[in-house]
T-cell receptor, first 112, second 115 residues
Framework: QQPVQSPQAVILREGEDAVINCSSS?????VHWYRQKHGEAPVFLMI?????EQKGHEKISASFNEKKQQSSLYLTASQLSYSGTYFC?????????????FGEGTQLTVNP | DTGVSQDPRHKITKRGQNVTFRCDPI?????LYWYRQTLGQGPEFLTY????????KSRLLSDRFSAERPKGSFSTLEIQRTEQGDSAMYLC?????????????FGPGTRLTVT
């Protein structure tokens, strides 16, 4: 089942903050966050594992609510380079280590 | 540090032709994944290898699609008798050995256009 991302799009001015949410109807093993710029491959930002471990980008933080099967990505003091489409990819227990199921993405635009 | 590479980057083919794409994962990454992405959508899982074993295939993957990873290093994805609906970006990703954390690193993709 595809995770649901919100909002679908957000426009910021440089220096503003944003939160992108990802929720699933299934029990999750992990949540992965990626940023994709137009015409390029998705770039790994962060992985959040059940149990609290995180690995990823120094300037981007995220949370994982295991009870609600929700994750949020926090972009603070946004820079122009943060523009792109953000995808969450979810991994369920039954297929951990194999497939990711991606949401439809959140398009982030940072203006000067 | 060499990332995931894919070849070719672009492929235009006529309907009914066969195409083959190659993916070279990051060195020492034992897991390799193929995804397909269409405009405005997130990547969609196709298949997954651990070393040379193909452990999972999406039900969306018809019999026209086949993937191999013969020596546990590079992988190929073949599409036979291409259809216009196959037009998409085909992404390969790899993941390092781990007991519990499977972050995936994507290659630049092969954009397929079927005319």
């Amino acid at each position: 089942q595809q995770p649901v991302q919100s909002p679908q799009a957000v426009i910021l001015r440089e220096g503003e903050d944003a939160v992108i949410n990802c929720s699933s109807s299934k029990a999750l093993y992990s949540v992965h966050w990626y940023r994709q710029k137009h015409g390029e491959a998705p770039v790994f930002l962060m992985i959040l594992l059940k149990g609290g471990e995180q690995k990823g980008h120094e300037k981007i933080s995220a949370s994982f609510n295991e009870k609600k099967q929700q994750s949020s990505l926090y972009l603070t003091a946004s820079q122009l380079s943060y523009s792109g489409t953000y995808f969450c990819g979810t991994e369920i227990w039954e297929t951990s280590g194999s497939r990711l199921t991606f949401g439809e993405g959140t398009q982030l635009t940072v203006n000067p | 540090d060499t990332g995931v590479s894919q070849d070719p980057r672009h492929k235009i083919t006529k309907r009914g032709q066969n195409v083959t794409f190659r993916c070279d994962p990051i060195s020492e990454h034992n897991r390799l994944y193929w995804y397909r992405q269409t405009l405005g959508q997130g990547p969609e899982f196709l298949t997954y290898f651990q070393n040379e074993a193909q452990l999972e295939k999406s039900r969306l993957l018809s019999d026209r699609f086949s993937a191999e990873r013969p020596k546990g290093s590079f992988s190929t994805l073949e599409i036979q008798r291409t259809e216009q609906g196959d037009s998409a970006m085909y992404l390969c990703a790899s993941s390092p050995p781990s007991a519990f954390s499977y972050e995936q690193y994507f290659g630049p993709g092969t954009r397929l256009t079927v005319t």
